[in-house]
């Protein structure tokens, strides 16, 4: 079965290397990142933000940066993230990440 | 209907209503109810809603009474949802100037001289404005967490909307050792946002100071963020009615810092680090203290929603704002 990794922004120091499946679904507590390389094995869903259901079926979000950024390992292989953690309008730290996908 | 008979209809209709009000048939002809006599001994106010074809110029007029009555638009604009009427149902997260005490929780432990210097941070805009915040032991309505990502909070009266099990606010691993600079910075930063103040640098004037391809390229550089995340977090501004009644403000606390490098004119946008005077100014205007006039407040906002259920569309007051001036 396919996998929801979810890592907390309490995880730090982030690993440097990340064992996964093909199928895997990553999600960082992050204000950002991308796949800086091996973008066959792992690909970027997206930045989103945490929002909240509110009434009637609406949705409500607060303000302020992404806090989530989500990843789907599509292949065997290894790429290399990056994410970003912080605050983008001060300070903010950068970690790079070697996922290593095996099937 | 021929116009004689729509003149005939209304007759009828006026000699009704002022022999309804005569017999004290228990409203007076402002929808208010009144005890059998005749008399208005006493009275009883409910709120009414007003019909569905004013909603929007209602919103108006809130808006044009009290600017940070309007929604921030940006993420429904961005989702193409800009439907009038929707917006005019949204634009409900001014707290109202009445003098009110929003109570606070902490989701997770946290030490007594932290959960005090946070409240007193909280507290700095009660300087000026009538809304304090008090710690309770039970679920607060402002609830703040220190565990999740980064640094926000929900949208003035929106947090009420938050499920409870859930936080308002987050200020991830503030503690007594962070920096008083980003208690100013950070902590009265989102508690602006709880008292219903949008970003500052989302003003037109701002964003049109911001290079798109630089700001791309630089968020790019350092967050990883695609050109939706840019668009929407600093480069659509808001409705220019829809915020603080003051010219931009780059030194408001609500508005974040960016750098030279993705401006126009090569200086930076300066950004907030504590309540500025101009925010003081604004935040005591809108939510006044006792003594403080209530000008622009009282008048035509309250008159428009104690108006009864419904009347002809030919009666409808186009211009409520005025009353209010």
Redesign the interface.
């Known amino acids: 079965m396919a996998r929801l990794i979810d890592i907390?922004?309490?995880v730090r120091p982030l690993p440097q290397i990340l064992r996964v499946r093909p199928g895997d679904l990553i999600k960082f507590?992050?204000?950002?990142?991308?796949v800086k390389s091996g973008e066959t094995v792992i690909r970027?869903l997206?930045?989103f933000r945490?929002s909240?259901?509110?009434?009637d079926g609406g949705v409500?979000?607060?303000?302020?940066?992404?806090?989530?950024?989500f990843f789907l390992v599509c292949n065997p292989g290894s790429a290399v993230l990056?994410i970003?953690?912080?605050?983008?309008?001060?300070k903010?730290e950068?970690n790079l990440i070697e996922a290593r996908s095996e099937a | 209907m021929d116009n004689n008979a729509a003149r005939f209809r209304e007759a009828l209709l006026k000699i009704a209503e002022i022999a309804r009000s005569a017999a004290g048939n228990g409203h007076d002809a402002h929808g208010h109810k009144t005890f059998k006599g005749g008399g208005r001994v006493a009275l009883t106010c409910s709120p009414r809603i007003l019909p569905k074809r004013l909603l929007i110029e209602a919103a108006k007029t809130a808006r044009t009474i009290n600017p940070v009555n309007a929604p921030?638009l940006a993420?429904f604009a961005a989702a193409g949802v800009q439907d009038p009427l929707r917006i005019a149902v949204l634009t409900s997260k001014y707290w109202g100037p009445s003098p009110r005490t929003l109570t606070v929780s902490f989701m997770e432990p946290a030490p007594d001289d932290l959960r005090a210097k946070i409240l007193q941070h909280m507290n700095a805009w009660t300087d000026t404005a009538c809304i304090s915040f008090v710690e309770t032991q039970g679920v607060g309505q402002v609830r703040i967490s220190r565990?999740?990502?980064?640094?926000?909070?929900?949208?003035g009266t929106?947090i009420l909307?938050?499920?409870a099990n859930?936080p308002?606010?987050?200020l991830?691993?503030f503690s007594m050792g962070t920096p008083d600079s980003e208690y100013n910075?950070?902590v009265r930063h989102?508690t602006g946002?709880t008292l219903g103040f949008?970003?500052e640098h989302m003003r037109k004037d701002l964003v049109a100071r911001i290079d798109r391809d630089k700001a791309y390229q630089y968020?790019s550089d350092?967050?990883?963020?695609?050109k939706d995340?840019v668009d929407q977090?600093v480069l659509t501004p808001l409705d220019e009615q829809s915020l603080m009644g003051t010219p931009a403000d780059q030194t408001s606390i609500m508005c974040?810092?960016?750098p030279a490098e993705i401006t126009v004119d090569g200086d930076p946008i300066l950004?907030g680090l504590d309540i500025n005077q101009t925010d003081y100014q604004f935040a005591g205007k809108i939510y006044p203290k006792a003594g403080q006039a209530v000008r622009k407040v009282s008048g035509g906002a309250e008159r428009a929603i104690r108006l009864s259920e419904d009347w002809d569309p030919s009666e409808d007051v186009r211009d409520a704002a005025q009353l209010a001036m």
């Open positions: 907390g922004p309490a507590a992050a204000t950002g990142g991308d970027r997206g930045v945490t909240a259901l509110g009434p409500l979000s607060p303000e302020g940066a992404p806090d989530a950024v990056r970003v953690s912080g605050d983008p309008w001060g903010f950068t | 921030a993420p565990e999740g990502s980064g640094y926000w909070s929900y949208l929106d909307h938050i499920p859930l308002t606010m987050n991830q691993d910075r950070v989102e946002h949008p970003h968020f350092t967050q990883g963020w695609d995340t977090q974040y810092q960016l950004g």
